[in-house]
C-alpha cells in the first residue's frame, strides 16, 4: 500500500523541541521533493518547508515563521522526512502534514499526503 505516515507529534511546552517523522510505504522518497505543511484551527493549511530530492542537491526551503528554528531532513535509507523543530512557540500548535511532489524539484505538486499528526504547544 502506497501511503505516507506521520508520527511524533505531542504536547510539549514552549521552548520546547519535537522531531516529526514522515514514513514511506509502497515506495521510495528519495526521488521526490517532500514538504511539510501545518493547519491550525480555522486557518488554512500552510507551507512549513520542503527539501528537493538528494540528486538535485536537498536544497531546503523555509516559511519565514519557522526558518532558524526548524530543520528539514531527510534519511533515504530509512525512507523517511523529519522535521526538527526547536523553540517552539504557542503559534506553532497545529496538525503536521507531509506531502510528496510529483518530481524531483520544488515544484509544489503534490500527489500523495500522509494523515496528519497534532503538535500542541502550551505550558
Known amino acids: 500500500q502506497v501511503q505516507l505516515v506521520e508520527s511524533g507529534g505531542g504536547l510539549v511546552q514552549p521552548g520546547g523541541s519535537l522531531r516529526l517523522s514522515c514514513t514511506a510505504s509502497?515506495?521510495?522518497?528519495?526521488?521526490?521533493?517532500m514538504s511539510w505543511y501545518r493547519q491550525a484551527p480555522g486557518k488554512e493549511r500552510e507551507l512549513v518547508a520542503s527539501?528537493?530530492?538528494?540528486?538535485?542537491?536537498?536544497?531546503?526551503y523555509y516559511a519565514d515563521s519557522v526558518k532558524g528554528r526548524f530543520t528539514i531532513s531527510r534519511d533515504n535509507a530509512k525512507n523517511t522526512l523529519y522535521l526538527q523543530m526547536n523553540s517552539l512557540k504557542s503559534e506553532d500548535t497545529a496538525v503536521y502534514y507531509c506531502?510528496?511532489?510529483?518530481?524531483?524539484?520544488?515544484?509544489?505538486?503534490?500527489?500523495?499526503w500522509g494523515q496528519g499528526t497534532q503538535v500542541t504547544v502550551s505550558s
Open positions: 506531502a510528496k511532489d510529483s518530481g524531483q524539484y520544488l515544484r509544489y505538486e503534490y500527489d500523495r
Open positions: 509502497g515506495f521510495s522518497l528519495s526521488p521526490y521533493a
Open positions: 527539501i528537493s530530492s538528494t540528486d538535485t542537491g536537498g536544497s531546503t
